[in-house]
């Protein structure tokens, strides 16, 4: 029997607030650990998210593999900001870490407590295929409360992005799931998903990730690949950099989070946001 220590982090966390952002499984040397069993540990936790941490292949500091509950993921951004807290804390000691996934290496740095991924790679854009109307039921509003073209956004997964007229619309999105997995459906997820969001007063970002798991409807408290992708967004439809931004996510399900966005001259993604450790553990197999 083996035993495979984890550690228990909150990533996208306001400061003050232990349960706030979102929370993340690492498992800190995931040697011995094949693939079906690192589903099932997933599963296990039932987290947006948990990671696995192998050695690297080339020159990244780590090898990392993210699971959902039911799949695998190519890049995720909470994951990628969590895990290398504890890439660096066991590891590197230092604050520039690169991350190997399967959607590319993914470049963090670490200020205290803060961390900031660097996108893997370029927006990549595609209409969708269903109407104004359709998404916009799919999330149970009306073609009218639209801010602009829907787009898929692609900066290391590829995820729908709905500009809404006000944060009141992102308050009252409500997804019809049924019509979410048949618009919003993308080849490495077979159940939909949507990321909607609006401008606030203080100019921050209102945003809600809404997505389905086994046909069940569920909020992500904080989506950093999705703010990934709004800045893809964002410079696909007339965005000029430099662009910073603060995005809310979490209100709505009791999970207060805080992204920061930025997008330099250079139009290199960048989010960032803080990242709390709650614990640690282990798990013998």
């Known amino acids: 029997m083996a035993s ?6 909150n990533v996208f966390a306001v400061p003050g607030q232990a349960f706030s952002g979102n929370p993340l499984c690492v498992f800190e040397d995931a040697r011995g650990l094949d693939p079906a069993q690192m589903q099932a540990l997933a599963a296990q936790f039932n987290l947006s ?9 080339g020159n990244a ?11 695998e993921m190519p890049f995720a951004g909470h994951p990628s900001l969590g895990t290398a807290h504890v890439v660096r ?3 590197s000691g230092q604050d520039a870490v690169a991350l190997e996934m399967a959607a590319g290496e993914v470049e963090v740095q670490g ?13 990549q854009t595609r209409v969708p295929d269903a ?21 898929w956004v692609d900066t290391g997964v590829e995820q729908l992005v709905l500009p809404l007229a006000t944060p009141a619309d992102v308050e009252r999105a409500a997804v019809n799931p049924s019509l979410l997995k048949a ?3 993308t080849p490495h997820r077979e159940e939909g998903a949507a990321y909607v969001w609006a401008l606030q007063p203080s100019g921050d970002v209102l945003a809600r990730y809404l997505f389905l798991t086994r046909g069940v409807v569920t909020e992500d408290p904080a989506t950093g690949s ?15 950099p430099p662009i910073r931004l603060k995005v809310r996510q979490g209100a709505q399900i009791q999970r207060p989070s805080a992204l920061d966005l930025r997008v330099g001259a250079d139009r290199a993604i960048h989010v960032g946001g803080e990242v709390l450790e709650l614990g640690r553990g282990s798990i013998s197999l």
């Open 226 to 240: 999705a703010c990934a992708n709004l800045a893809g967004w964002m410079l696909a439809t007339g965005g000029v």
């Open 89 to 91: 804390a066991l590891r």
């Open 131 to 151: 109407t104004p109307e359709q998404l916009a039921q799919a999330v149970g509003l009306a073609s009218g409360d639209l801010a602009g073209p829907a787009l």
């Open 4 to 9: 495979f220590r984890y550690w228990l982090l």
């Open 61 to 71: 500091s780590a090898r990392v593999r993210i699971f959902t509950p039911t799949f």
């Open 111 to 123: 200020r205290g407590s803060h961390w900031t991924l660097k996108a893997p790679r370029p927006p």
């Open 49 to 57: 998210e948990t990671t696995f941490v192998l050695p690297p292949s």
């Open 183 to 185: 618009y919003a459906s």
